[in-house]
């Protein structure tokens, strides 16, 4: 039978609605399909804001990723005609010795990326929202700062659908059947063919993608916004995007005052608590907000006024807490895309060039060797006792 499409993709949220625009824009049927209307509160893609930051903690290998990635939201938000990406410098603030503020200073220095290295004098005299212990100094990372998400998503969409892809949305893909001849996709409302198909359905990615079963674990995420004591030390302009390193109590994220909700924070992973993603995000608890509570006052007394919203969210994690990028062992027709483990949302933009690569040529010059089922599958051999 015909392919109907040369690349289907399924799950528009941040990869998927990327993915679908880079294929669309360079001349290939697509077809995109969600169960639900993009950006809604069961993805991980919603939620006002997103952190972008250069000097990245976690591993330097992902800097020149987040250059293409940066690179790229300047391309989105010029073809839309839109702000998607602002800078307000990201702090990165802990013990000098702790992983988030050795690791940036690392990352930093290996690439020569422009920084600055802040006391708690200098933070009092220059960023005055924060409240930091003695031994504590951060790090300005002045290239960072934050993204919007629905409209990266809904954008991306939009181009999409003008390059020619077909959108369908409220419709579950219940089946991928790869063959010789390409892939049938079955959904509750009939089935399509294509070449390729791209999976991207965050959450629910191993109900679609078998070899991920034991691997993707989606997680509980929690983040609140507060009405600021101090409006003035919390507006945008005096105070960056932040990560905060409390050692074996983890770290926490927060944003300044961007929209009417105010100050947005929350612990990255939250209480690690697994949830079933076939079912509705569990409610926000006391647990929650005293938690989130507790922080602001601690941390951010400038913002820590009245509570006026709490949301659960969700994050998919991998075992290595890094993504997963690839063809799927034994099915070069199809692509999994697994990009999140809590960070994801930075690279999008250059992930829907990546999977639009893996789909079109099957392979990719950008760096993802690292997001491989291989590395993916030697990181948990080696983690396994004896
Ligand atoms: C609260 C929170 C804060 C975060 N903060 C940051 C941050 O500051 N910086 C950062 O870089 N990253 C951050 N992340 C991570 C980032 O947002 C995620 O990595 C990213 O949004 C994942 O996008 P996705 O497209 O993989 O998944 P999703 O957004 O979940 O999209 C998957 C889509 O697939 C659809 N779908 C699922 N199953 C099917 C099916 N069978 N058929 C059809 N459609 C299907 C879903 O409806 C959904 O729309 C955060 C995440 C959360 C939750």
Excluded at 277 to 306: C, E, H, M, W, Y
């Amino acid at each position: 039978m015909t392919a109907e499409f040369d690349v289907a993709v399924i799950g528009l949220g941040a990869m998927g609605s990327a993915a679908l625009s880079f294929l669309a824009v360079r001349g290939a049927r697509t077809i995109g399909i969600d169960a639900y209307f993009p950006a809604h509160a069961l993805s991980s893609s919603h939620g006002d804001s997103r952190l972008i930051r250069l000097g990245y903690f976690e591993d330097p290998s992902y800097v020149p990723l987040l250059r293409r990635a940066y690179r790229n939201w300047r391309g989105l938000e010029a073809r839309l005609r839109t702000d998607i990406l602002t800078i307000t410098g990201v702090l990165q603030i802990g013990a000098e010795s702790s992983k988030i503020v050795a690791g940036t200073r690392a990352s930093c220095k290996m690439h020569g990326l422009a920084h600055e290295v802040l006391d708690r004098a200098d933070m009092a005299r220059r960023f005055p929202a924060f409240q930091l212990d003695d031994e504590d100094i951060a790090v300005l990372d002045p290239q960072g700062g934050y993204l919007r998400p629905e409209a990266a998503v809904m954008g991306y969409l939009k181009l999409a659908a003008q390059d020619g892809a077909v959108l369908h949305f409220g419709e579950r893909v219940i089946a991928i059947e790869p063959g010789d001849g390409g892939v049938t996709i079955r959904s509750a409302d009939g089935h399509y063919r294509a070449r390729k198909v791209v999976v991207a359905t965050g959450s629910l990615i191993a109900e679609l993608v078998p070899q991920l079963r034991q691997h993707a674990v989606p997680i509980r995420q929690v983040v609140a916004w507060y009405q600021p004591r101090d409006g003035f030390a919390t507006e945008p302009q005096r105070m960056p995007c932040f990560l905060r390193d409390e050692g074996a109590e983890g770290s926490y994220f927060g944003f300044p005052a961007i929209g009417a909700d105010g100050v947005k924070v929350g612990r990255h992973a939250h209480f690690r608590e697994p949830i079933d993603p076939t079912q509705p995000n569990p409610a926000v608890n006391d647990a929650d907000t005293a938690l989130l509570d507790g922080f602001i006052s601690k941390r951010v007394p400038a913002a820590a006024g009245l509570r006026v919203n709490a949301v659960t969210c969700r994050y998919t994690m991998l075992p290595s807490e890094d993504f997963l990028l690839d063809l799927a062992p034994g099915h070069p027709n199809v692509v999994v895309a697994s990009p999140c483990s809590g960070h994801g949302f930075k690279f999008a933009s250059v992930v829907g060039e990546i999977l639009a690569d893996l789909a079109l040529e099957g392979q990719t010059s950008l760096p993802i060797a690292a997001f491989s089922f291989e590395a993916m599958n030697r990181f948990v051999a080696a983690r396994k006792p004896g």
